[in-house]
């Protein structure tokens, strides 16, 4: 297994920006798709994106689509979420996850990083 760490979250007004990071240990981090992932307060976690293990592919949950963006560094051990027109309905804690394949199932987890939306 891979072990997560994300960060980059923080609080932020309702139209801004934030990069979130999720950096992996292991040198097997290339061989994984990576997702993102959120849960509100009250909610179920829910699918944000993800990548496929060479970058070349990508999806979305329709609520962030145009507005997120996922990459990803394999020589850094890094991938990122780049929120832009944040709104007060993204607050969450953002997961980060490791899979097999870009549509899962994502087996490792991080600890989470909170994002607040002010309005």
């Known amino acids: 297994q891979v072990q997560l760490v994300e960060s980059g979250g923080g609080l932020v007004q309702a139209g801004g920006s934030l990069r979130l990071s999720c950096a992996a240990s292991?040198?097997?981090?290339?061989?994984?798709?990576m997702g993102w992932f959120r849960q509100a307060p009250g909610k179920e976690r829910e699918f944000v994106a993800a990548?496929?293990?060479?970058?070349?592919?990508?999806r979305y949950a329709d609520s962030v689509k145009g507005r997120f963006t996922i990459s990803r560094e394999n020589a850094k051990n890094t991938v990122y979420l780049q929120m832009n027109s944040l709104k007060p309905e993204d607050t969450a804690v953002y997961y980060c996850?490791?899979?097999?394949?870009?549509?899962?199932?994502?087996?490792?987890w991080g600890q989470g990083t909170q994002v607040t939306v002010s309005s």
């Open positions: 996850a490791a899979g097999v394949f870009i549509t899962g199932p994502f087996t490792s």
């Open positions: 292991g040198r097997t981090f290339s061989r994984y798709a």
């Open positions: 990548i496929s293990w060479s970058g070349g592919s990508t």
